[in-house]
T-cell receptor
Framework: AQSVTQLGSHVSVSEGALVLLRCNYSSSVPPYLFWYVQYPNQGLQLLLKYTTGATLVKGINGFEAEFKKSETSFHLTKPSAHMSDAAEYFCAVTLGSFSGGYNKLIFGAGTRLAVHP | GAGVSQSPSNKVTEKGKDVELRCDPISGHTALYWYRQSLGQGLEFLIYFQGNSAPDKSGLPSDRFSAERTGGSVSTLTIQRTQQEDSAVYLC?????????????FGPGTRLTVT
């Protein structure tokens, strides 16, 4: 079975500081990995995804994540936080090419990011 | 262009009543997913539609939950005899389908409160 663990339900950073949100996954087959962001009272928006190929993935709003198979991790980073980054972030995994043609997402519990001036 | 829409945005119902939640996916998206977001359980998969059929219903929590999709488009999630533990935000997502990591586009959700 697949699972996702996000370390830290709440993360607080100062504006301009590095953002690091941690995600570890468990999967019996090579997974596809995703980071989604949710702003208050809105649905989820895709930040970035890893499928195959380059392990450093760049997404929207200056975020990037690195797939590390040996560590089963897919941590999300941004060099300099902005006030508008305050939101909840979800890491998710699917069975990828073993999915049978669809991508049921298994989500982590989420990390709420606060950005202080 | 139009995204995924859901209605109602908020629904308050009394315990024991039936509710229907509606999802309008993006035109041309053959795959449709329902998820539930609650404080205790986080984000959980409920059901997947490919066209009008549901090959994966494994996340539906009980037989009080059912869903259908018609015309390969609109989907309705029905909860019968609602219970307080059904209170959650119900999210719908749609995507293209096939052996690719097609992005799922999420609607804003329906917040269900059972009193």
């Amino acid at each position: 079975a697949q699972s996702v663990t996000q370390l830290g339900s709440h993360v607080s950073v100062s504006e301009g500081a590095l953002v690091l949100l941690r995600c570890n996954y468990s999967s019996s087959v090579p997974p596809y990995l995703f980071w989604y962001v949710q702003y208050p009272n809105q649905g989820l928006q895709l930040l970035l995804k890893y499928t195959t190929g380059a392990t450093l993935v760049k997404g929207i709003n200056g975020f990037e994540a690195e797939f590390k198979k040996s560590e089963t991790s897919f941590h999300l980073t941004k060099p300099s936080a902005h006030m508008s980054d305050a939101a909840e972030y979800f890491c998710a995994v699917t069975l990828g090419s073993f999915s049978g043609g669809y991508n049921k997402l298994i989500f982590g519990a989420g990390t709420r990011l606060a950005v202080h001036p | 262009g139009a995204g995924v829409s859901q209605s109602p945005s908020n629904k308050v119902t009394e315990k024991g009543k039936d509710v229907e939640l509606r999802c309008d996916p993006i035109s041309g998206h053959t795959a449709l997913y329902w998820y539930r977001q609650s404080l205790g359980q986080g984000l959980e998969f409920l059901i997947y539609f490919q066209g009008n059929s549901a090959p994966d219903k494994s996340g539906l929590p009980s037989d009080r939950f059912s869903a259908e999709r018609t015309g390969g488009s609109v989907s309705t999630l029905t909860i019968q005899r609602t219970q307080q533990e059904d209170s959650a935000v119900y999210l719908c997502a749609s995507s293209f389908s096939g052996q690719g990591a097609y992005e799922q586009y999420f609607g804003p959700g329906t917040r269900l409160t059972v009193t």
